[in-house]
C-alpha cells in the first residue's frame, strides 16, 4: 500500500476465521467512498461496499470513529 501512495500508518490483524472467500472494502460513510475506491484500486479492483458491519461502537451522543476495513478473502489476485 505504500507503494500505492498510501502513508497512514495502519493496524493490520488476522480474521477470526479462516473460510472468507470474498475480498472487500469496506466503509462507513459516503465521504469515504473515494478512499475506499482507491485502496480497491489498488488492491487490483476489488469490490468496495457502504456498511456499518465494522462499526466502531461508541456511547450516545460521540461522532462515530469512521474507519475502512480491507477483508482479503480466498479470491483475491495481487495487483500485477
Known amino acids: 500500500m505504500t507503494a500505492a501512495g498510501f502513508t497512514q500508518q495502519i493496524p493490520t490483524s488476522d480474521a477470526s476465521t479462516e473460510d472468507v472467500t470474498a475480498s472487500g472494502v469496506y466503509y462507513q460513510d459516503p465521504s ?6 482507491a485502496i480497491a484500486n489498488a488492491l487490483g479492483g476489488i469490490p468496495i461496499q457502504i456498511t456499518d458491519t ?3 461502537p461508541v456511547e450516545e ?3 462515530p470513529v469512521l474507519r475502512i476495513v480491507v477483508v482479503v478473502g480466498a479470491d483475491y489476485q495481487p495487483a500485477a
Open 32 to 37: 469515504q467512498e473515494g478512499v475506499a475506491r
Open 54 to 56: 465494522y462499526a466502531i
Open 61 to 63: 451522543g460521540e461522532a
